[in-house]
């Protein structure tokens, strides 16, 4: 932790300088004195302090200045720093204003000039005002603070990304807390562009995009090199685990997300089914676990970087990334997985991420604490992601197209709801709008089998409807079904012939694509099971094929 600042503020260079001087004699071990020549110079380094989120203990700022008065300075100042504690140097002459400064903007002290001896009249006074201020004031977060408003939709994108990557930070509210607000409003007087991320070094980000704030926070976003064994498309499960087999198999091997490492499981509030771990495990940890052994490997991991496009000239592959650069490598691996689907209803793409939100989002979770909650959806996640917010919603309402749960999720999740109190289950319901100005304030729901409609007060809606493959990336590239999933293995062989422009005299391997040395692994395939396992095991086995392939080529 820094330390606690004084900043004394005086036009006058002599006295400035007595006071800083006195000052750091006694303070200077426990304190950073900094010291201003005019309250307008004073404000800007108090607008400075307050980005890198500096503790302030104590303004000592004289009142005859010319151009802003130590009265007018302090009442700017405390508006960002409400708590410091404020003393006044006074002439005579000035006690006036000074009494009325104790009720207009909640004075500590004043001081008359000249202070001397500062043993008898400065320290006292101040050493009380400090030790109160310590013993009361909670020391600041010195951690990266994002600043905005909940209902904003590039306020979720950056604490999402934040937290999808792991990256700790505290999330301030500008309806809510008056600090953040100045602080915004410093920023941009308009407040048009949110979020404003402050970092530590005092480094500001107005409305940052993935890659800006990837590079700020010290990820990788740059390959150290141009050529690689593998380069693995997508950092879910299946990436991970393509990841982890070829660098430990001595490959040199290159992970690209466009987001976070993770993938959909990473938005898992808990894996009960994966292997090994019985009491279930937290997508972020599972997230968390397999990036640092894919690191400790090897695997260099690029996040906030999207491929575009993939280009073959035999024996090589390349992928394309959004800003034109080219990788290449000798095999690729396509681990882009799904989005589920969106909700073509009126109110729903509005208010998406102002209330309503895709997957289970479960950053946003306590926002909605005593509210009501909405899931959307019959399947395991959506089950999974109803145990989650029942536990801060004042009620979760899951709404179920089909006729029972137990037609679409695992039984144990099915038990699970049914012993939880706060959900309930609406089957052969549906949403028809999502209603509410800046965020969602309702819900109107229909049942299919009456038509009847009812409007439900909403603080969330958390959809899990379906999945669009990502595969745009290998259009016209490789062979893909009407949906968009990746063709691999036996399915490419249609009444016994291999896939057009196939020109080897083996059939594509169990994982491998219409393009040889291309592989697609997890829920990209065509026919996958959507599993965390799965994608795993796919991913690991991946790799085997690659070996495989470049024996060949
Ligand atoms: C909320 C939720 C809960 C779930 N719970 C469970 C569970 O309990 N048990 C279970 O077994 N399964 C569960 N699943 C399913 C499981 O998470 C998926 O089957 C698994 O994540 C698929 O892994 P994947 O690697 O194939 O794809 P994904 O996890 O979808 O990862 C694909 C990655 O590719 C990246 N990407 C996509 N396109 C590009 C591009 N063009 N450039 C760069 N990167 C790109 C994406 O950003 C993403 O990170 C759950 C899914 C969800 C959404």
Redesign the pocket.
Known sequence: MPKPIILTVDDEPQVLNAVERDLRRHYGSEYRVIKASSGTEALEAVRQLKRRNSPIALFLADQRMPTMSGTEFLAEARVLYPETRKVLLTAYADTEAAIESINTIGLDHYLMKPWDPPEQTLYPVLDDLLSDWLATVPLPYDGIRVAGTLWSPSCHRVKDFLARNRIPYQWLDIEKDGEAKALVEGLNPEGHRLPAVFFPDGDVLVEPDNLALAEKCGLQTQATQPFYDVII???????LGAAVYGASEGLRTLM?????T????G??SR????LGFPKGLS?ADLAQRATAQARRLGAEILTA????GVRVEDPYRFVILSDGTELECRALVI????T?RTLDVPGVEALNGAGVYY??ALTEAANYRDQPVFVVGGA??AG??AMFFSRYASKVTMLVRGSALEKSMSQYLVDQISDTPGIEVLTRTEVVEAIGQDRLEAITIANKETGATRTLPAGAMFL?IGALP?SE?VAGVVERNKAGFIITGPDLIQDGRRPKNWKLKRDPYLLETSVPGIFA????RQGAV????S?VGQGANAISLVHQYLKTV
């Open positions: 498309v997508g950092a879910g499960p299946a990436g690209i997300d466009r987001e976070a993770g993938g959909q499981a938005t898992s894996i009960e089914n994966y997508g970087r999207e491929v575009t681990a882009t997985g799904v589920v997957g289970a395991n996640s999974q992601g899990f990502h990336l692994a997890g829920d990209i959507r599993r965390v396992a994608a």
